[in-house]
């Protein structure tokens, strides 16, 4: 919470329910900020480009997006037609609800033939 | 909830108590009882909504106005939102939660006798007022009873792992002997069920001795003396049956109990009454003068008609110089040092908890009383009374009978309370002082409300003064009902 601070156990739970409804999830971190825009998962990949990000050791072990995210640069920008969405044949709406990838990723769903 | 849901909200104030202390602004939460420090936004948006309710695009705008980005804005009402800070035309408040069936009992306050070597003349168990009926009942408790209390106890506080017998009379070291082998009996069962059970009396100090006092010390029994000031104003009320007062007897028995018991600290408990209600002048001789380690004041529990009560002028008074010494507590909090002022402390400890009663205290429900027959009653107050009688030890609580007085003093019946933000702590007031003021015990104390609004809003600066610059102080009261 910004704008309250709490001073007692009870306010303390109101405090916890109030993040669990109005913070955003924030890669890599343990407790959501009180600044988390924009949301880029710092701390585990250089940009966000889903697909493409690399942790801080160069490789995909640590990120921290679901799967099926991390393959959205597959399907926009570079086709690879084993791994991700057809988006030729038989998923063309797969990023429909995906206008921003930096605020709409989660509408990015798992496709089932 | 989606975005569509939350702009199509009116939005009002919802219920909650505003202070300041060191100049900072607070919010008491109510029903919740929760205390939050909130910033110069969340006062903005309390006067946006102050003249009446808004729509969400309406105040999203007039936060605009005072100075916010249409982001933070968004942001602010949607914490004040889930806060309940602020509420939505057509919400409905949360319905409280029924009782549980089975409750626990955590404290057994046990009346080991009804008579006193006193006549203190505004006696709730004697005095004009009383609701006892103890005739033709045993005068002193035996021992069956008291071991039959202490298995009772055992087995109706569930798996709590600590439980709690206070002693109480009459006066209580009259039946001594027994108190002796209560405390050795209860000891043993709670060692062989692997549990802890501590101990607390109350007395009028008169039959203290040394030998006494080494017990009380040894068994690390709390001990709170009901005394009234010096020796002009104890005397005022506090007499034998001849009319000679007991502060000469008492005196000396105080000090060696203070200077001798030395595992709790020993606390002193002040009836104030029309006479007697110089609270500084009290609070100086009991606190500096005897050294008692905390002192707490309550006014006489009475109808209005007695001499000695209250009146209104008075209880400003005494309010007055509860003030004073609240201001010389919250001195010493910031020092970290100890006051013993225990109205404040008490109070401070259930602002930290963020209780929020449905009852006023725990009476009928984690907490009983037993007088010297076996009669279970709500509390040490009702002991001896017929009315109130819910049960009898070697039989059990009469669920019928306990549920009714829950029932009954539940701040759900008390319409007068639901809109005061003070009911998370008072939930109506004590119980006993509703019968003897209206006749019925789940009847708001309305006598004190207004005294009660003041000296809960008075801790509540000094709970914002001390979490503002010396919060380590508060963690004695987060610690407090830990078991």
């Given at each position: 919470m910004r704008h309250m601070r709490s001073l007692n156990k009870k306010a303390a739970r109101i405090e916890d329910y109030v993040a669990s409804r109005t913070e955003d999830v924030v890669a890599m971190q343990d407790r959501p900020s009180s600044q988390q825009r924009p949301h880029v998962p710092m701390?585990?990949?250089?940009?966000?480009t889903p697909g493409w990000e690399v942790d801080a050791a160069g490789g995909t072990a640590g990120l921290c997006q679901p799967v099926e995210r991390d393959i959205y640069d597959c399907f926009v920008?570079?086709?690879?037609?084993a791994q991700v969405p057809d988006h030729l044949n038989n998923a063309p709406d797969w990023t429909a609800k995906c206008a921003t990838a930096t605020k709409d990723w989660r509408n990015l769903d798992l496709v089932f033939p | 909830m989606t975005g569509t849901e939350a702009t199509t909200r009116v939005y009002r104030l919802g219920e909650f108590h505003r202070f300041e202390a060191e100049g900072a602004n607070f919010l008491y939460l109510v029903p919740a009882g929760a205390i939050f420090a909130v910033d110069t936004a969340v006062r903005k948006l309390i006067d946006c909504l102050t003249p009446g309710e808004l729509p969400h695009d309406r105040l999203v705008d007039d936060l605009a106005a005072a100075g916010l980005s249409i982001e933070d804005a968004e942001e602010l009402i949607a914490e004040m939102f889930h806060s309940n800070v602020i509420v939505a035309r057509g919400s409905t408040p949360d319905q409280p939660t029924p009782l549980p069936d089975v409750f626990p009992i955590q404290t057994l306050v046990m009346n080991l006798t009804n008579q006193c070597n006193l006549s203190c003349q505004y006696c709730y168990e004697f005095g004009a007022d009383k609701v006892a009926t103890p005739e033709g009942k045993p005068k002193f408790m035996d021992l069956e009873t008291a071991k039959t209390s202490v298995d009772f106890l055992l087995a109706q506080?569930?798996?709590?792992?600590s439980v709690h017998i206070t002693f109480f009379g009459g006066e209580t070291l009259m039946n001594f002997p027994l108190l002796k082998q209560v405390v050795a009996y209860a000891n043993e069962r709670a060692q062989e069920q692997g549990r802890h059970i501590d101990f607390s009396l109350t007395t009028n100090a008169t039959l203290l001795t040394p030998a006494i006092i080494e017990f009380l010390s040894e068994n690390h029994i709390g001990v709170t003396v009901s005394m009234d000031g010096p020796k002009e104003m104890h005397d005022h009320l506090r007499v034998f049956s001849n009319g000679r007062g007991s502060y000469d007897i008492i005196e000396p028995r105080v000090r060696a109990l203070i200077q001798n018991h030395r595992t709790r600290p020993i606390t002193a408990r002040v009836t104030l009454t029309a006479g007697v209600s110089d609270v500084i002048r009290i609070f100086r001789h009991l606190?500096?003068?005897?050294?008692?380690h905390e002192v707490g004041f309550a006014p006489v529990t009475t109808s209005p008609n007695q001499l000695y009560a209250i009146g209104n002028q008075g209880m400003d008074n005494v309010l007055d110089q509860f003030h004073a010494l609240a201001d010389e507590y919250l001195e010493h909090a910031l020092r970290g040092e100890s006051h013993g002022f225990s109205n404040v402390s008490d109070t401070l400890a259930e602002l930290c908890q963020g209780v929020n009663k449905?009852?006023?205290?725990?009476?009928?429900l984690g907490l009983l009383g037993v007088g010297p027959s076996g009669d279970i009653a709500p509390c040490h107050r009702f002991v001896d009374s017929d009315q109130h009688a819910l049960g009898h030890i070697s039989t059990g609580i009469d669920k019928a009978k306990q549920s009714d007085f829950l029932r009954r003093g539940h701040i759900d019946s008390k319409y007068d309370c639901h809109t005061c933000w003070a009911r998370p702590l008072c939930a109506g007031g004590c119980h006993h002082e509703a019968f003897v003021r209206y006749g019925d015990t789940g009847h708001p104390n309305l006598h004190y409300c207004d005294w009660i609004r003041d000296w809960t809003d008075t801790c509540l600066k000094i709970y914002g003064a001390i979490a503002a610059k010396?919060?380590?102080?508060l963690q004695q009261f987060a610690e407090r009902k830990a078991s």
């Amino acid at each position: 919470m910004r704008h309250m601070r709490s001073l007692n156990k009870k306010a303390a739970r109101i405090e916890d329910y109030v993040a669990s409804r109005t913070e955003d999830v924030v890669a890599m971190q343990d407790r959501p900020s009180s600044q988390q825009r924009p949301h880029v998962p710092m701390g585990c990949a250089l940009m966000f480009t889903p697909g493409w990000e690399v942790d801080a050791a160069g490789g995909t072990a640590g990120l921290c997006q679901p799967v099926e995210r991390d393959i959205y640069d597959c399907f926009v920008s570079c086709y690879w037609p084993a791994q991700v969405p057809d988006h030729l044949n038989n998923a063309p709406d797969w990023t429909a609800k995906c206008a921003t990838a930096t605020k709409d990723w989660r509408n990015l769903d798992l496709v089932f033939p | 909830m989606t975005g569509t849901e939350a702009t199509t909200r009116v939005y009002r104030l919802g219920e909650f108590h505003r202070f300041e202390a060191e100049g900072a602004n607070f919010l008491y939460l109510v029903p919740a009882g929760a205390i939050f420090a909130v910033d110069t936004a969340v006062r903005k948006l309390i006067d946006c909504l102050t003249p009446g309710e808004l729509p969400h695009d309406r105040l999203v705008d007039d936060l605009a106005a005072a100075g916010l980005s249409i982001e933070d804005a968004e942001e602010l009402i949607a914490e004040m939102f889930h806060s309940n800070v602020i509420v939505a035309r057509g919400s409905t408040p949360d319905q409280p939660t029924p009782l549980p069936d089975v409750f626990p009992i955590q404290t057994l306050v046990m009346n080991l006798t009804n008579q006193c070597n006193l006549s203190c003349q505004y006696c709730y168990e004697f005095g004009a007022d009383k609701v006892a009926t103890p005739e033709g009942k045993p005068k002193f408790m035996d021992l069956e009873t008291a071991k039959t209390s202490v298995d009772f106890l055992l087995a109706q506080s569930g798996d709590r792992r600590s439980v709690h017998i206070t002693f109480f009379g009459g006066e209580t070291l009259m039946n001594f002997p027994l108190l002796k082998q209560v405390v050795a009996y209860a000891n043993e069962r709670a060692q062989e069920q692997g549990r802890h059970i501590d101990f607390s009396l109350t007395t009028n100090a008169t039959l203290l001795t040394p030998a006494i006092i080494e017990f009380l010390s040894e068994n690390h029994i709390g001990v709170t003396v009901s005394m009234d000031g010096p020796k002009e104003m104890h005397d005022h009320l506090r007499v034998f049956s001849n009319g000679r007062g007991s502060y000469d007897i008492i005196e000396p028995r105080v000090r060696a109990l203070i200077q001798n018991h030395r595992t709790r600290p020993i606390t002193a408990r002040v009836t104030l009454t029309a006479g007697v209600s110089d609270v500084i002048r009290i609070f100086r001789h009991l606190k500096q003068d005897l050294g008692f380690h905390e002192v707490g004041f309550a006014p006489v529990t009475t109808s209005p008609n007695q001499l000695y009560a209250i009146g209104n002028q008075g209880m400003d008074n005494v309010l007055d110089q509860f003030h004073a010494l609240a201001d010389e507590y919250l001195e010493h909090a910031l020092r970290g040092e100890s006051h013993g002022f225990s109205n404040v402390s008490d109070t401070l400890a259930e602002l930290c908890q963020g209780v929020n009663k449905s009852h006023p205290c725990g009476a009928g429900l984690g907490l009983l009383g037993v007088g010297p027959s076996g009669d279970i009653a709500p509390c040490h107050r009702f002991v001896d009374s017929d009315q109130h009688a819910l049960g009898h030890i070697s039989t059990g609580i009469d669920k019928a009978k306990q549920s009714d007085f829950l029932r009954r003093g539940h701040i759900d019946s008390k319409y007068d309370c639901h809109t005061c933000w003070a009911r998370p702590l008072c939930a109506g007031g004590c119980h006993h002082e509703a019968f003897v003021r209206y006749g019925d015990t789940g009847h708001p104390n309305l006598h004190y409300c207004d005294w009660i609004r003041d000296w809960t809003d008075t801790c509540l600066k000094i709970y914002g003064a001390i979490a503002a610059k010396n919060p380590g102080f508060l963690q004695q009261f987060a610690e407090r009902k830990a078991s």
